[in-house]
């Protein structure tokens, strides 16, 4: 048994914080530690009573005077899209035409998705991040390379081939039977493989007709330990086309209500201009809302509306949706979060934001006992934050006093620089990080 003992100030939540004030919503220790072996976390707890467990010799990561905390979880990502961050257009339709699916068409070569790949994983980990839930391309090649790359890594990951047959290039687009043989196929390759997840994905009701709809019903009937991901609500252009598109769906959320694509694994990016019958249907289905802050700033979408959510009952989680998004950071993306509910009037605070990118994230994907804690039998992804990364950051924490001014100066300012260490199913990543800086792809 191969164990290690990481020291440092250990935090991790137990509960969604009511208010700055929660103290009971987490456990935090000054001078804490994790014994992992084999992956897991074997103990947590103050560093005197968990290095009496540990063997004599078990090797100590002392990282104090930093924190140690569950690894950051991205609900909803698009692979393919890591060129395609910071690409000049209006809003999300010329976004995706002018940009976007031009990309996509690159992933018919499997050595460009190879390339593309192994750089998305290395930038997930450079920013903390050990879990995604990521949208492929059409192409069958794109998931295998995703899910190759990450099983290298060791990552528990949620993947899916886009399914497309209107409303896209045709280089872009499948059909209804080969969009449900290739995820069939994909699903039996790669469901429950070590620690990958399948996600059945139509990439959104514009993009996809409803035999291809009632084919996306079919495979999460036939297959429901898989997730199912799709895009619902982000901007009023898209509403009004999903609408003519499907004129007898009561609204948006009706049409993947009809096909039966509602439920507890269902992840919904956006979802910002929701109605209350809608947001009255996610929260009896059990269906997520994604938060995507940066990216619909970036695109012009709207404001999320976290509070109105919460009061139905919905559930919600938060992602960087990059390439809309323009940060890998989850830790930028609820800076942005934050932006968004002050302009609506709402508070966030950094227990909060904290929660939603660690526990919060991993039950809106239903991985709360496996990721996501740092509590004993869990896997061991876990980072390490320095809060005095950057001039400005040591700066401001020479006058903090709280873990709570702490925690908001790593959200407001922090990005990779403040990652010292990330530990995937307990094993050290970050010196292994591939640069990637100034290489060039492969010729295709």
């Not at 929260?283 to 509306?305: K, M, R």
């Not at 991993?362 to 001039?391: F, H, K, M, Q």
Request: one cysteine or more; glycine letters at 8%; a negative charge.
């Amino acid at each position: 048994m191969t164990e290690l003992l990481i020291r440092g100030r250990v935090l991790t939540f137990v509960d969604e914080p009511r208010d700055i004030a929660d103290t009971n919503s987490y456990r935090y220790f000054e001078d804490g530690a994790l014994l992992i072996a084999d992956g897991r976390i074997i103990a947590m707890g103050e560093y005197s009573d968990v290095a009496r467990i540990a063997g004599s010799e078990t090797p100590v990561a002392d990282h104090r005077p930093h924190l140690v905390l569950p690894g950051l979880i991205d609900a909803h990502i698009h692979f393919p899209q890591m060129q395609a961050v910071a690409s000049y257009a209006a809003q999300l339709l010329e976004w995706l035409n002018t940009y976007t699916f031009v990309e996509e068409q690159k992933f018919a070569d499997e050595q460009h998705a190879e390339f593309v790949a192994e750089r998305f994983m290395d930038e997930l980990l450079r920013h903390g991040t050990t879990t995604v839930a990521a949208y492929c391309s059409v192409h069958p090649q794109s998931v295998d390379a995703f899910f190759r790359a990450a099983q290298a890594r060791n990552m528990c990951v949620i993947g899916g081939k886009v399914m497309m047959d209107r409303n896209a290039p045709p280089a872009l687009c499948d059909t209804a039977q080969s969009g449900y043989d290739e995820t069939k196929a994909l699903i039996a390759r790669w469901q429950g493989k070590g620690r990958l997840h399948y996600a059945i994905t139509p990439r959104f009701a514009i993009t996809s007709t409803p035999e291809q709809m009632e084919m996306s019903g079919a495979l999460a009937r036939e297959h429901p330990e898989a997730y199912i991901q799709t895009h619902l609500s982000e901007n009023r252009e898209e509403i009004a086309l999903t609408r003519s598109l499907y004129p007898q769906a009561p609204d948006y959320t009706g049409i993947y209500e009809h096909y039966g694509l509602l439920g507890r694994k269902t992840l919904l990016g956006h979802c910002i201009h929701l109605s209350g019958r809608e947001a009255k249907v996610l929260a009896e289905t059990g269906a997520v809302a994604v938060f995507c802050p940066t990216s619909n700033l970036f695109l012009g979408s709207g404001l999320f509306d976290r509070d109105g959510l919460r009061a139905e009952g919905a559930r919600i989680a938060v992602a960087t949706d990059i390439g809309g998004g323009t940060s890998f950071s989850m830790l930028k993306t609820l800076d942005e979060a934050y932006k968004v509910l002050q302009l609506r009037g709402q508070r966030l605070s950094p227990l909060h934001s904290f929660y939603m990118m660690t526990l919060g994230n991993a039950r809106a994907l239903s991985l709360e006992d496996r990721i996501g804690t740092l509590e004993p039998g869990t896997e061991a992804d876990v980072i390490v934050l320095n809060s005095r990364a950057t001039p400005v950051m040591r700066m401001r924490m020479d006058v903090a006093s709280t873990l709570t001014e702490e925690l908001f100066l790593l959200q407001t300012t922090g990005d990779d620089r403040a990652v010292e260490q990330v530990y995937v199913a307990g094993k050290p990543m970050k010196e292994a990080l591939g640069e990637g800086a100034g290489e060039k792809t492969p010729n295709r």
